[in-house]
């Protein structure tokens, strides 16, 4: 799937739907979750994806397309 990547951030607008869709794309439940965040592991290396609520969002963040935050 993945690979070089070691940990992959998005802000999502509505974190509930955003774990539904991404449950259904991955076939799994997230691996983590604490309130305003969701994490699924993925790949052979099992990087992270984590799904952050936009409301924690830092006040500059762009609002369009292109938030993801990759180490």
Do not use: N
């Amino acid at each position: 799937m993945l690979r070089g990547v070691c940990t992959m951030s998005f802000w999502a607008a509505d974190l509930a739907a955003a774990k539904q869709w991404y449950t259904e794309l991955l076939g799994y439940e997230p691996y983590f979750e604490r309130p305003g965040y969701i994490e699924f592991r993925i790949g052979d290396y099992q990087h992270e994806l984590g799904i952050i609520d936009k409301r924690y969002a830092p006040p500059a963040t762009a609002t369009t397309p292109g938030g993801a935050i990759l180490y």
